[in-house]
């Protein structure tokens, strides 16, 4: 008779019967019960327990070498074709990185891979798409209507682990697509696919095999509703590179975030349209996230925000409204929490009350910010819509506001200025610390058509700003 246990869906780990809450990692209603595997003991395992006393000092020590010793250069990497997923991958594919990607279902994963696969094919490099999810007529459909017909991508419809691993020894690619890791099983285990054991085992076998060929494995990964990679957290650990589209389907917009990148850096985007034929990176993507205003609005306010290595000019809008008794805070693309913040120091420091108002703030074009540099530009659009007052065309602020009313520097100011004065802007209010050296001859001269208005304390901002 077969036993069963309870297994996190988040950690991988086990309980003899259900709980709400995992006892291993906290996670809620995340156990769910799975067939108990028989594991026939190994003739050459040995127990540490049982091990005669200097039977374990048999083994040879590994030599180890100090790190101002050891060769280290550059690793080679191969463009995908598509300039925004090189700049997210870190410059292009290495050999031997697995790549994990995740995102919502239909937002592009299985389009864009398609196109890179069939980019790298064309310039010469052996690929290879192993579909679990779809028949090879699918993809077939799928690459026509991308306008891919003539491609040579190799498509392996195929969900078993071993012969997949076969497949890759035979044909050694430079790059291979496995969609999506959640469907693979394994013979040696006997759970089914998606289980955690399956998608563990999966992962790490994949990863060995990249590894010793060289072959660059992509894996697409399911989410969960709150939009985390699914499967157990050890996935994200044991790849080299994770991925998340971000976006809502609705939108022609798609964003690929790196939060993890051990060949590139992290925090790094890149900006898709989704287009009748597939995937086109977007050059400037500022363009998306600034409203195209005729005149100057109340309640809006251009920030330069830092995604990775990239500034980006962001709008931030403001509506404040009478709300009664309970005055509701709501925001999109930031934190909710440091809203309600910001808003205690306006009152605080700056004598601005919205006790009595309804305050909601949106950043422009679905992205997220995270970084506190977005401190200013918030504070400032609030004041411009409770005093319905718009500020000038061409500003822009950024900077950190401390709960003592001090605007602190915000990082790399230099390159979020520059960024600024190409696209346009005419004013700027910034941190004092962010003001650039006079020393800085090429900096003024980039700068020259832009004022910069540098301020200490959140009140010389708002002073300065009803100036205008």
């Not at 060929?213 to 990679?229: C, D, P």
């Not at 230099?414 to 090429?442: I, T, V, W, Y």
Request: aromatic share 4%; proline share 6%.
């Amino acid at each position: 008779m077969s036993k069963t246990l309870y297994t996190c869906q988040q950690c991988g780990g086990t309980a003899p019967r259900w709980l709400g809450k995992c006892p291993h990692c906290g996670a809620w209603n995340s156990l769910i019960e799975t067939v108990l595997e028989a594991t026939p003991a190994s003739k050459n395992r040995l127990s540490l327990a049982a091990a005669p006393a200097g039977l374990l000092g048999l083994a040879a020590a590994s030599e180890s070498t100090p790190i101002a010793e050891i060769h280290a250069s550059e690793v080679e990497r191969t463009p995908t074709g598509h300039e925004e997923l090189d700049r997210v991958l870190g410059g292009g594919v290495v050999a031997g990185a697995v790549v994990l990607i995740g995102g919502d279902p239909g937002i592009g994963k299985s389009t864009l891979l398609l196109q890179a696969l069939d980019a790298l094919q064309r310039q010469g490099q052996p690929t290879l798409y192993v579909s679990g999810e779809e028949s090879a007529a699918q993809v077939a459909l799928r690459a026509r209507r991308l306008g891919l017909a003539g491609s040579q991508v190799p498509v392996l419809v195929e969900i078993q682990l071993e012969q997949i691993l076969a497949t890759l020894e035979r044909t050694r690619p430079a790059v291979a697509v496995i969609d999506s890791i959640q469907t693979l099983y394994s013979n040696q285990l006997s759970s089914a696919p998606g289980s955690v054991s399956q998608v563990r085992e999966c992962a790490a076998h994949l990863t060995r095999a990249a590894k010793a060929s060289g072959s660059a494995i992509v894996l697409v990964g399911h989410v969960t509703k709150e939009g985390a990679l699914a499967g157990p957290r050890v996935l994200e650990h044991m790849v080299d590179t994770v991925l998340y589209f971000e976006g809502d389907t609705h939108s022609p917009y798609r964003l690929i975030r790196a939060v993890k990148n051990r060949f590139g850096a992290v925090n790094e985007i890149g900006v898709f349209a989704m287009t009748e034929r597939g995937l086109k990176g977007v050059s400037n993507p500022s363009a998306i996230f600034l409203s195209q205003h005729s005149q100057p609005v109340p309640g809006s306010c251009v920030l330069v925000t830092l995604e990775g290595t990239r500034p980006l000019l962001v709008e931030i809008q403001a509506l404040v409204d009478s709300g009664g008794p309970s005055p509701r805070r709501l925001s999109v693309g930031l934190e909710r929490e440091r809203l309600a913040m910001l808003l205690a120091v306006l009152h605080r420091h700056a004598g601005v009350s919205c006790m009595d108002q309804d305050v909601f703030v949106n950043a422009v074009g679905g992205v997220r910010i995270s970084e506190p540099a977005a401190d200013l530009a918030v504070l400032l659009a609030i004041a411009s819509s409770l005093r319905n007052r718009a500020l000038p065309q061409g500003f822009l602020a950024f900077g950190e506001v401390g709960l003592a009313g001090e605007v602190r520097p915000a990082p790399r100011g230099q390159e979020r200025l520059r960024e600024a004065a190409k696209l346009g802007f005419k004013a700027a209010l910034l941190p004092q610390a962010n003001m650039p050296k006079k020393s800085d001859a090429a900096l003024h001269k980039a700068l020259a058509g832009m004022a910069l208005h540098p301020v200490e304390r959140i009140e010389d901002a708002l002073e300065l700003a009803r100036g205008f």
